[in-house]
């Protein structure tokens, strides 16, 4: 059977990632700096993607697909290169496909390659993937909010989603679209003992440390994604009152500077002993 289903020119793929929070499938990734179909199985074919591909390095091509044929994906993820053997190995398990999943692992073994490590052992569930794509604190959730759960404790949690890391976040997740986001400092949220009513209740929440934390131009490209794809309605940057701190509001204005879509920009000021020293628009 025909469908239709994306193909990428890697001559015109800039890497630049603006596919990826368009494909809500989550087919596509960047690995090697250009953009990659993770699984076959996962492309819908409506190409949604598409229109967020600036090179025009992405079309529709019909072909046969159906039944899906692992071992002939495979021959084009070796291809690749081992970082997109892994993370198209994290794709199947993520989506417990097992049976593709082996039918991978056959394939590698038949040709010689090395199974990544964590593979080996094919009894293993995704929880115990070490790689991204398996990773229980990657994996995107949304959850409802505190009344809708148990208490943790004695206080309720107003945690809607996971991940939470700036560099684990994918901004085209549901959480974010039309949202008010948190952009949090590592520290704030133990020093601040009501963190989670006083500013995280009814927000989406990403974290992040401007001082230990690599891949400065990441982030800026994930909250510019976030302002124009995901339109975020606002976006709170909350810091200590240390200098390195500083630094997470400096790239939030540059991001939203360079974005076409102005949003309102507050900043929140924690001090040390955990009272607020200040809470202004931007």
């Excluded at 990428?8 to 596919?19: A, M, P, V």
């Excluded at 991978?104 to 990544?116: F, M, Q, R, S, Y």
């Excluded at 229980?136 to 759960?149: D, I, K, N, V, W």
Aim: proline share 5%.
């Amino acid at each position: 059977m025909e469908r239709e289903i994306i193909t990428i020119d890697e001559e015109k793929c800039n890497g630049c990632g603006l596919c990826v929070p368009g494909c809500p499938e989550g087919a596509l990734q960047i690995i090697d700096g250009k953009a990659r179909l993770i699984s076959d199985l996962f492309c819908d074919g409506l190409g949604a993607c598409i229109g967020h591909c600036p090179e025009g390095a992405i079309s529709i091509e019909k072909r046969e697909s159906e039944p899906y044929d692992e071992r002939r994906v495979m021959q084009n993820i070796i291809q690749a290169g081992p970082n997109t053997i892994r993370a198209h190995l994290a794709h199947l398990r993520e989506h417990g496909e097992t049976a593709f999943l082996e039918q991978a692992l056959d394939v590698l073994k038949e040709k010689g390659i090395d199974v990544p490590e964590g593979y080996g052992d094919r009894k293993k569930s995704a929880q115990d993937d070490p790689g991204t794509g398996g990773c229980p604190g990657s994996r995107m959730l949304q959850f409802g909010g505190a009344e809708e759960r148990k208490e943790a404790g004695d206080v309720s949690s107003q945690l809607r989603q996971w991940p939470v890391q700036l560099h684990l976040v994918s901004p085209g997740a549901p959480y974010y679209r039309h949202a008010d986001v948190i952009l949090a400092a590592d520290c704030t949220a133990f020093a601040l003992g009501d963190f989670h009513h006083r500013f995280l209740k009814g927000k989406a929440l990403a974290i992040a440390c401007p001082k230990l934390d690599e891949g400065r131009e990441i982030y800026l490209a994930k909250l510019r994604l976030m302002i124009d794809e995901a339109r975020i309605n606002t976006l709170t940057v909350v810091i200590m009152q240390v200098p390195c701190c500083g630094g997470l509001l400096a790239l939030a204005r540059e991001a939203a500077e360079q974005s076409t879509r102005k949003i309102p920009l507050k900043k929140v000021v924690v001090g040390i002993r955990g009272e607020i020293l200040s809470e202004e628009w931007a």
